[in-house]
């Protein structure tokens, strides 16, 4: 842990290239995350995840993924079941909330079967932003609902389904990114709500669950709270905001870097999400050149980072004794409901 650095990187392909072992080997990131592009069959899976874990020396270095259901579920059929978006599970829960809550937690107790066999460990769900009218549809259907109380309820269950299958979730995207008109992955959105119908409606649910132990930033400028710097590089959004009104004291990693809401060099864009406070800076598009302008400027562990992954290390959870065959035929009977 002396030599790992705060930061999390993609590859390109679904095997690691030289280039990739030399740059791990030196540069000890983390962890590392999966996107459609890395994904082949199980057993190329499970090796691809193997020789990640063993350039770092850590075998239970964190492996993250987006598996959310709906449109953004990087694992697909035939290899798992294309599972539902969010906004149906909320739809479940407000015309029966018991069975809307035991949905959500089944799902993500299913995503945890089929995770873990492949070696993946995290989990970047549940989504907490809620929506708000005249967004952009880059949340859409991802969120639960427009509710704060709806997509809190329904975040915890997610969670908590995660956690039962060993894994851990991300919470995304702190401190609400329901409001964005534009999508960050393309461009930067910007926020104009009061300080009190932001923390009224979009904090809400990262406020209560604030215990648990990662979170993921937005790329959004909030006006009312900071003009000038996206949340993700913003220190009065990360120190008055996320720590302070909102009280989370996890782990704090950065929504991919790559994304064209932030400006600048790759370099630049690392070495700003770092000195906003972000205690991990995340890069996902596996690209060589942009992966090596991050870890100059990416930092080894320590102080409040390194204290902040430990307790994420030493979260990982046991998982429970659910039977996937009862879940499965649980969860899908649900669904049928709708």
């Not at 000890?28 to 999966?34: A, D, K, N, R, S």
């Not at 979170?215 to 949340?231: C, G, L, Q």
């Amino acid at each position: 842990m002396t030599r790992t650095k705060a930061m999390i990187l993609g590859c390109a392909g679904q095997a690691l290239t030289a280039d990739e072992v030399a740059l791990y080997r030196a540069e000890q990131p983390w962890g590392f995350i999966l996107f459609a592009r890395n994904l082949g069959e199980p057993q190329q899976i499970r090796d691809l995840v193997a020789s990640m874990r063993d350039n770092v020396g850590r075998p239970d270095a964190p492996v993250l993924i987006d598996q959310e259901g709906g449109r953004v579920q990087r694992i697909r059929p035939p290899m798992v079941e294309k599972y539902p978006a969010a906004a149906e599970l909320g739809a479940l829960f407000a015309a029966d909330p018991e069975q809307g809550l035991r949905a959500a937690w089944l799902m993500s107790r299913l995503h945890a079967f089929d995770l873990t066999r492949l070696g993946i460990n995290v989990d970047c769900l549940p989504v907490l932003d809620v929506l708000v009218e005249g967004a952009t549809p880059a949340i859409g259907n991802r969120a639960y609902g427009s509710d704060p109380r709806l997509v809190t309820a329904m975040g915890r269950a997610a969670a908590a389904g995660l956690k039962a299958g060993g894994m851990l979730p991300v919470m995304k995207h702190m401190p609400g990114h329901g409001r964005a008109t534009v999508d960050s992955h393309h461009d930067l959105p910007v926020v104009t709500a009061s300080v009190e119908e932001l923390d009224a409606h979009d904090f809400a649910p990262f406020r209560a669950m604030k215990d648990e132990v990662m979170t993921m930033s937005a790329h959004i400028v909030f006006t009312a709270i900071d003009a000038e710097r996206p949340a993700t590089t913003s220190r009065t959004v990360i120190e008055e905001i996320i720590r302070g009104r909102i009280g989370f004291d996890g782990l704090l990693l950065s929504d991919d870097s790559s994304m064209n809401a932030l400006k600048g060099t790759l370099g630049e864009r690392a070495a700003d999400i770092v000195a906003g406070g972000c205690d991990i800076v995340l890069h996902c598009n596996g690209v060589m050149e942009e992966m090596k302008q991050v870890v100059a400027e990416v930092p080894v562990l320590d102080g409040e980072r390194l204290r902040r992954v430990k307790a994420v290390e030493a979260a990982f959870p046991a998982p429970d004794d659910t039977s996937e065959e009862a879940a499965r035929s649980e969860f899908w009977s649900l669904l049928g409901s709708v």
